[in-house]
């Protein structure tokens, strides 16, 4: 897009290409409708088109074709408030995820647990990097890393080394079944 344009520039232009640049502009606008520059003058009619939408897309349409026009001074000072607005909003939003990431941590852990499957301690590890029971989640995931192991093994010396290994761990059990008596 050309960065300086006046009533002069625009009137050169061909249709066509305006309509492309503007058509690019305002796809960003929500489904609003816009009015495009296209004849000397509009100046002031996109100016009140984008006081009236007030969207980041509307005021950069505007600064888009008129750079020195009538409401510049007016469309750039709207578009660093409303960049501020949305860098607040998104602060609000990523704080809001997090702590409802927190609040799902443990209902996260015993999912995890009951599951017991490497993939399912791996997502835990991934979404909650910094719980408390980092620690606890890793011996965990290990523990079903080394049973998805045995399983796929399956022989009488690999279950018992992984009863050996894990003694306490949540398969044991499962272990013990697969185990043949000696």
């Known amino acids: 897009m050309v960065d300086d344009w006046t009533d002069d520039a625009l009137h050169r232009k061909e ?5 492309l640049q503007f058509a690019k502009a305002a796809a960003a606008a929500d489904g609003r409708i816009i009015r ?12 009140d088109d984008a006081r009236t939408h007030n969207t980041a ?11 020195n026009g009538a409401h510049a001074e007016e469309a750039r000072r709207q578009l660093a408030q409303l960049e501020k607005a949305a860098v607040a909003a998104r602060a609000v939003e990523e704080k809001a ?3 409802a990431l927190v609040k799902r941590e443990p209902a996260d852990f015993d999912a995890a647990f009951e599951k017991g499957t490497s993939e399912t301690w791996d997502k835990f590890l991934a979404e909650h990097a910094e ?3 980092l620690a606890e989640a890793r011996s965990c995931r ?5 049973f998805e192991l045995a399983m796929a093994t399956n022989t009488p010396a690999m279950w018992r080394a992984f009863i050996k290994t894990w ?5 044991r059990i499962d272990a013990e079944i697969r185990l043949p008596p000696r």
């Open 15 to 19: 249709p066509e290409q305006i309509a």
């Open 36 to 47: 495009f520059p296209t004849q000397f003058g509009d100046c002031y009619r996109v100016g």
């Open 57 to 67: 897309a509307a005021w950069s349409l505007y600064l888009t074709a008129y750079p």
């Open 97 to 99: 995820a997090a702590e």
């Open 131 to 133: 719980s408390t029971r």
């Open 142 to 146: 290990q523990e079903a890393l080394d």
């Open 167 to 171: 003694p306490g761990g949540r398969h």
